[in-house]
């Protein structure tokens, strides 16, 4: 077998290995899955309004909550990875003869999964309560794929803050950051019913972007022309910074 092909089967044994933990532990899944669909139901019927929202408002939040998803739940993957450096059990796969990093992408690969689940989970739901779209097979596609694009991202991030905080409790601190970004974006209301300021903020969020090119795509309320590629650009920008400082990072445990 090739070097390339080693790489490819390690990545997959720590991928089975996370999704073995998935049967071990139903009620961290599970809950990760319903809590997404409880907050759309929450934005949605009980503090919902959409200030500024031109059409019906579940056709607006909907792909903003689904921008949400993709940005909440990397507690998960972040405690798992912390959970393995406290136990040594990261120490004890670096010295076996097994590609580096592959330890993370298989810890990336079935949180990517779960996110899928979770997407059509939610994607689910929106229609259940009236959510409707007009793009197209292709546009629709085109959609989740921007959507797990920025969920890849993120995860990066999250990874390389585990590696650095090196500790479980810790993670819970990095995790609160994730609230003001996830909220200070347009996925429950426009920019343009904000204070200036604070609008120009939410408009330069990455999560801003992802949505404002999901509802284009999907010819939701909200949606602007030309945000696609901005959608794009933004989250492998942060790949670009966080992919190789977190397999940097990773390599340099216990130097």
């Not at 990397?74 to 406290?86: N, P, Q, S």
């Not at 040594?88 to 690969?109: E, H, N, Q, Y």
């Not at 793009?135 to 999250?158: D, E, K, T």
């Not at 977190?246 to 130097?255: E, K, Q, S």
């Amino acid at each position: 077998m090739s070097a390339a092909a080693y790489a490819v089967s390690d990545c997959w044994t720590m991928t089975r290995r996370e999704l073995t933990h998935w049967s071990r532990q139903p009620v961290q899944v599970l809950v990760g899955l319903v809590f997404p669909v409880m907050m759309l139901l929450m934005f949605g019927y009980l503090v919902g309004g959409g200030r500024g929202v031109q059409g019906e408002y579940v056709d607006f939040l909907m792909p903003g909550m689904l921008t949400l998803t993709m940005v909440f739940g990397l507690e998960g993957t972040m405690t798992a990875v912390t959970r393995d450096l406290e136990k040594g059990v990261i120490d004890r796969f670096r010295a076996m003869p097994m590609a580096d990093g592959a330890v993370l992408v298989g810890r990336a690969a079935a949180d990517m999964l779960q996110s899928t689940v979770g997407l059509l989970l939610m994607t689910g739901v929106g229609y259940a309560i009236g959510w409707r779209t007009s793009g197209g097979p292709g546009a629709f596609l085109g959609a989740m794929g921007l959507l797990l694009l920025l969920r890849f991202a993120m995860l990066w991030i999250g990874i390389f803050l585990a590696l650095v905080a090196g500790r479980a409790e810790l993670v819970q601190a990095v995790q609160i950051l994730v609230w003001p970004i996830g909220f200070l974006s347009n996925a429950f209301a426009t920019p343009e019913a904000m204070p200036g300021w604070l609008g120009t903020v939410v408009e330069w969020n990455p999560m801003s972007a992802t949505a404002t090119a999901v509802r284009e795509l999907l010819g939701n309320p909200g949606g602007e022309p030309g945000w696609t590629l901005v959608a794009v650009l933004w989250p492998l920008a942060l790949l670009a910074v966080f992919f190789p400082l977190a397999v940097r990072r990773f390599g340099r445990l216990g130097a």
